[in-house]
């Protein structure tokens, strides 16, 4: 008993300065747990740190298995050469090589008259609509695009590539050649190797000269936009967005014009207009064309 | 499948050659530093210091003893693999753009550019076995041909040396004598300056990608063209899979497209073609740049890019490549 008494305490007497290596027998033994089934190998060990306080550090790999190389006894005895050159310097912390975190694929050919671009490999379009510079909001609707949102989204048949619209015809075009304008992420359907002329592809035609208000006024609303923006040329909508509770503008609303070249001169002209004391910000609604 | 990427180089790369028992993989770059990583894992074994220029291309002798590289400095090296040490140095008059080892590694041919005034030529080297016995002098010289002459390889059992270059004209000279012994034909040919070539693992038939936007197979002893492939973009570099009939091709972007590119990264890709349908199989993404340099691994499972961006990226195919049908 005595002894069990004296394993729990420490008699401070009999420690010396310095000897906190003498303390182990009080740490629980380290543990290793794995590698599981995902390659997850955890080590557990407990020391002491300068304060002398108990510390449990939790080291947690994963354990993967390369491609397996087939060495010949030659390449085996190079394995063991010595690193040189700009090597010789090298340290754990270097990071010349790396894992790629991408899974890439090899990605097979799409037929002609599909969808000319599409998201990265491991890209969501949501990354893609936020790498875009816009205000990271998700619209309930299209669930996508990100700088607007209502229940009725305006902006659903813009949505990203990855859906596919029903009414497009297949043709015999081939894939769109890298010189068209590329838009960034998102080809606008009638860009793409598939383009349908039809009176519905006329409003998505709209809908690419398509220029973004923001740093509008609380009290700012259609008729206004559509007021300031005409003088530029026909609009074919204009849409303002209203926060539903308070009934105050959002701060920004979507002008589409006819022909591309007014949506151009409105914005260069408009961008930075001073309007209701706010200085108005008007440019592309989808990246830039160029 | 995930690709290892190898940032040793701080400017774009030029040539990636992996050894012939495909466990060393040797970058170029222009960068003036020639870089070797295990072909596995992408560890960097080492560096060969002593060069001043852009290091254009390299070859490695078959028992992975020795390695040539040709230069912009106006010089070809030879190099100890293991050590990374300097053995010799050739001088030229000119930047030196294509090295390659003979057969049985006695002979290397190296061709310079038409700098300045001098013309481009195609020089063969003896290389000694004792690195004492070394000299600079030349087995043979071919001049005469006008562009600029970007790859010059050995054909089957040294018997000629095929070049290739600015003109767009494949030319198979006899390698003894130094005469042309056959040009290839300028209507199927390449319209635009070949780029890259690259043989098959038995120097039977070879491939050639040019700025023309195709690349095309040849047959080495007849010059016959056998197959084209066609894509968008010029072609900066061409491979053959040693074990399956595949062809991988990676290029750049024409001038005029540069600023209507989307700056979207990783868009640039190796593409596949299947070598006898001519089809594409598919591509292969991740590059910010133009691929450069391109390299399949002798076993067939696995390849390499380099790019404009310095990044070198070592792919192991998935199960799915190999199952692929046509």
Request: glycine share 8%; hydrophobic share 35%.
């Amino acid at each position: 008993m005595a002894a069990a008494a004296a394993q729990q305490k420490i008699r401070w007497g009999e420690l010396e300065e310095d000897d906190g290596g003498d303390l182990d027998f009080l740490l629980p033994p380290s543990v290793v747990v794995g590698p599981d089934e995902n390659g997850i190998k955890k080590v557990i060990v407990y020391k002491f740190d300068d304060d002398g306080n108990k510390v449990r550090v939790t080291t947690t790999t994963r354990v993967r298995k390369l491609a397996r190389a087939r060495l010949s006894r030659s390449a085996i005895e190079r394995r063991q050469w010595p690193k040189f050159g700009d090597a010789l310097k090298e340290d754990a912390g270097s990071r010349l090589t790396m894992v790629s975190t991408e899974e890439i694929l090899l990605e097979r050919p799409r037929a002609p008259g599909s969808k000319a671009e599409e998201p990265a490999a491991s890209g969501d379009p949501l990354a893609m609509a936020s790498k875009g510079g816009a205000v990271l909001m998700v619209c309930r609707t299209c669930g996508k695009k990100g700088d607007h949102w209502t229940s009725k989204c305006p902006y659903k048949d813009l949505a990203p590539p990855t859906e596919t619209f029903t009414d497009r015809p297949p043709t015999s075009d081939g894939p769109p050649a890298p010189g068209g304008p590329v838009k960034g992420a998102y080809v606008p359907p009638t860009m793409r190797g598939g383009a349908d002329r039809t009176g519905d592809s006329m409003r998505r035609r709209n809908d690419e000269n398509s220029v973004r208000v923001t740093n509008l006024s609380e009290d700012t609303r259609e008729p206004d936009l559509l007021e300031l923006f005409r003088s530029f040329g026909p609009v074919s909508r204009v849409y303002v967005a209203v926060d539903q509770k308070t009934g105050l503008s959002r701060g920004f609303g979507f002008v589409n014009f006819v022909h591309r070249e007014d949506a151009e001169k409105a914005i260069s002209k408009l961008n930075g207009y001073g309007y209701d004391n706010l200085i108005l910000r008007v440019e592309w609604a989808t990246p830039r064309p160029n | 499948m995930r690709p290892i990427l190898m940032k040793g180089h701080e400017r774009p790369l030029t040539f990636l050659r992996c050894n012939r028992d495909g466990d060393l993989l040797f970058s170029c770059a222009k960068d003036h530093t020639p870089t070797v990583w295990y072909a596995d894992n992408g560890d960097r074994l080492g560096t060969y210091r002593g060069h001043n220029g852009a290091v254009w291309t390299c070859d490695v002798s078959r028992d992975s003893a020795r390695l040539i590289t040709g230069s912009a400095d106006q010089t070809a090296k030879l190099w100890e693999v293991s050590t990374g040490k300097e053995l010799f140095s050739f001088r030229f008059d000119a930047p030196a753009r294509s090295v390659e080892f003979a057969i049985g590694d006695a002979l290397a041919v190296v061709t310079t550019d038409n700098f300045m005034d001098h013309v481009p030529t195609v020089q063969v080297k003896h290389i000694a076995e004792d690195i004492d016995d070394q000299t600079e002098e030349s087995a043979l010289v071919i001049t005469g041909i006008k562009g600029r002459i970007n790859r010059a390889v050995w054909g089957p059992l040294n018997r000629t040396i095929i070049t290739a270059g600015e003109d767009a004209t494949i030319r198979i000279w006899d390698s003894e004598t130094g005469q042309l012994l056959r040009e290839s034909d300028k209507e199927s040919g390449h319209q635009k300056t070949i780029s890259s070539l690259s043989k098959s693992l038995d120097w039977s038939h070879f491939i050639t990608g040019s700025l023309d936007k195709s690349a095309k197979l040849w047959d080495t002893r007849t010059l016959t063209l056998i197959k084209t492939y066609v894509t968008e973009r010029p072609v900066n570099a061409v491979d053959i899979s040693p074990t399956h009939d595949t062809v991988v091709l990676g290029g750049g972007q024409d001038a005029m497209n540069v600023t209507m590119t989307d700056r979207r990264a990783g868009k640039f890709e190796a593409k596949f073609y299947h070598k006898i349908l001519q089809e594409e199989i598919g591509g292969v993404k991740g590059h910010f740049g133009p691929i450069n340099a391109l390299a399949f691994n002798p076993d067939g499972r696995s390849f390499s890019s380099g790019g404009e961006d310095g990044y070198v990226r070592l792919h192991h195919f998935d199960s799915d490549y190999f199952s692929i049908k046509m």
